[in-house]
């Protein structure tokens, strides 16, 4: 049998899109594969206010790497990170998908297969000053 396409292939490639592997680890990690991801964030994490230096380190660690954000998310949180990413000359891509919306807001990874064991940045702990600087729940405005 032969490995070309015949008719066929051309008009479910024409009616649904060239087939895609893994779609939903694609889904996930905003177009990605596992593979070759180097490190991600979670949507709550790019939402912090300051950039997680991980991924600034990795920028200057691996000069080919892309980036790949959320585009689900407001662009106030992904600007920072398009920033870095302008600063260390990284290629990015603001990747929106209507029917799934990843729980990973950033996504940095390579052209080809890398497969780090450990891709995820541990949540940064509050420091005692912002905890500080938080406002009061009402009830303790409230009864105090």
């Known amino acids: 049998m032969s490995n070309q396409k015949n008719v066929d292939?051309?008009?479910q490639d024409g009616i649904y899109g060239a087939r895609e592997t893994l779609p939903d680890e694609r889904r996930l990690y905003l177009g990605s594969i596992r593979e070759r991801i180097?490190?991600?964030?979670?949507q709550n994490q790019v939402r912090e206010d300051t950039p997680?230096?991980?991924?600034?380190?990795?920028?200057?660690?691996?000069?080919?790497?892309?980036?790949?954000?959320?585009?689900?998310m407001n662009y106030q949180y992904l600007s920072k990170y398009i920033q870095l990413a302008d600063r260390h000359r990284i290629t990015y891509s603001v990747v929106s998908n209507k029917e799934h919306n990843s729980e990973y807001?950033?996504?940095?990874a390579h052209e080809d297969a890398v497969d780090n064991e450990q891709i995820d940045v541990p949540k940064r702990k509050r420091s005692s000053a912002e905890e500080k600087r938080k406002k009061?729940?009402?009830?303790?405005?409230?009864?105090?």
Not at 38 to 42: N, P, R, T
Not at 105 to 108: D, E, Q
Not at 136 to 144: A, D, N, T, V
């Open 105 to 108: 807001g950033l996504v940095l």
């Open 38 to 42: 180097e490190v991600v964030l979670l």
């Open 9 to 11: 292939d051309y008009i």
């Open 52 to 72: 997680y230096p991980e991924i600034e380190k990795a920028m200057k660690a691996h000069p080919s790497l892309q980036l790949f954000l959320n585009g689900n």
């Open 136 to 144: 009061p729940s009402f009830f303790k405005r409230l009864f105090k």
